[in-house]
């Protein structure tokens, strides 16, 4: 899984820097996002093929985590986002997960969906923050609180300041 990784790692860098104050939301993935994706889902495809399923689910667990890792150290706590930002990494987000969704054994789902929640429930704080129907944070928590979405306390107040078109 180290050599996918580094492999998705190099086509993802340009995606990794991008800047996250978008003019407006892309009706598709964003296109350096795109590639990769496809690129991982062959590389998925011929892993899941090729090795036995208990091996291939090593390899997919902690691919999955070390991408989310990625994602979330290299993007998302890193990076200044507006409203339309938001959006679009929160649905390139989900189309990440969508690919390892694909691969899910019936008994693991619950154990990946748990894994990638880590990702995509800062995604939704983003994307609620004032510009989905929070105005405050005690009716951004109500909100979150609604979706299920269990962040602690402070990284919701961390994920907030992120958000650049808020004064």
Known sequence: SSGINAEYGG????????????PNRLDTMTP????????LQQSLTALSTSLSP???????????????LSFTNKILYRSQFNLPGAQQFRSDML????????????SYFAKLNSDLD???????????WKGEGA????????????RNITLPPGDVLKIVK???DIS
């Open 135 to 146: 105005s405050s944070l005690n009716s951004l928590q109500d909100l979150l609180q609604e």
């Open 118 to 128: 880590v990702l995509t429930q800062p995604c939704e704080v983003l994307r609620l």
């Open 54 to 68: 208990e091996h291939f689910l090593v390899i997919w667990s902690n691919l999955a985590t070390s991408l989310q």
């Open 162 to 164: 992120l958000r650049s």
């Open 95 to 106: 189309a990440f997960c969508g690919i390892f969704y694909d691969y899910c054994a019936p």
């Open 11 to 22: 086509m993802m860098s340009g995606y990794f820097k991008q800047s996250w104050i978008l």
């Open 32 to 39: 350096s996002c795109s590639s990769g994706l496809m690129e």
